[in-house]
T-cell receptor, first 116, second 111 residues
Framework: SQTIHQWPATLVQPVGSPLSLECTVE??????LYWYRQAAGRGLQLLFY??????ISSEVPQNLSASRPQDRQFILSSKKLLLSDSGFYLC???????????????FGPGTRLTVL | GQQVMQIPQYQHVQEGEDFTTYCNSS?????IQWYKQRPGGHPVFLIQ?????EVKKQKRLTFQFGEAKKNSSLHITATQTTDVGTYFC???????????FGTGTRLQVFP
């Protein structure tokens, strides 16, 4: 069965520090991968998605970047964190487009980031 | 751009009362999905509806997809405290691999 991992679960970082959040998926190949951010009590904001290695689509211009160095690995990064980067970061996967259209998404446990 | 709205934004009910959340898309959808996010947790996929007018049930939950495939509803019969959370609908963005998530409805159930 498929499993999605995210780490760390919680992170407190000072303003101006770098960030690296990692997400890995097991039990599937060529998944679509997604990074979302959720502010407290708010909805899901799509940040980046990827349909393959090295293919990244950015949804919102901001202080963050994403990379997909391997098929089942998705990394969210920042060179210098801002206070506004605080939030709940969620990684998700869905079956790739090579399969019959079945685009439900499966979310990881998330990382709670606080920037002080 | 394509938008998906949900009402109400919040709903407080007494345990045992019914609850309904409504989802409306600005465009026709090929399918509609529903997710539940418990407080402090991550969204969990509940169900997908594909056909116009489709109705599906999961125990006390009833999901409906509108005839025009632009709206959907989730109805919970006789709510329980375990139903607490935020319910999101989502539809695929046209010709992409993205989902457009609704604004969410937060349900609070008082015992």
């Amino acid at each position: 069965s498929q499993t999605i991992h995210q780490w760390p679960a919680t992170l407190v970082q000072p303003v101006g520090s770098p960030l690296s959040l990692e997400c890995t998926v097991e039990g599937t190949s060529n998944p679509n991968l997604y990074w979302y951010r959720q502010a407290a009590g708010r909805g899901l904001q799509l940040l980046f998605y990827s349909v393959g290695i090295g293919q990244i689509s950015s949804e919102v211009p901001q202080n963050l970047s994403a990379s997909r160095p391997q098929d089942r690995q998705f990394i969210l990064s920042s060179k210098k964190l801002l206070l506004s980067d605080s939030g709940f970061y969620l990684c998700a996967w869905s079956p790739g487009t090579s399969r019959p259209k079945n685009n439900e998404q499966f979310f990881g446990p998330g990382t709670r980031l606080t920037v002080l | 751009g394509q938008q998906v709205m949900q009402i109400p934004q919040y709903q407080h009910v007494q345990e045992g009362e019914d609850f309904t959340t409504y989802c409306n898309s600005s465009t026709t959808l090929s399918n509609i999905q529903w997710y539940k996010q418990r407080p402090g947790g991550h969204p969990v996929f509940l169900i997908q509806l594909v056909k116009s007018g489709e109705v599906k049930k999961q125990k006390r939950l009833t999901f409906q997809f509108g005839e025009a495939k632009k709206n959907s509803s989730l109805h919970i019969t006789a709510t329980q405290t375990t139903d607490v959370g935020t319910y999101f609908c989502a539809g695929p963005s046209y010709n992409t691999d993205k989902l457009i998530f609704g604004t969410g409805t937060r349900l609070q159930v008082f015992p």
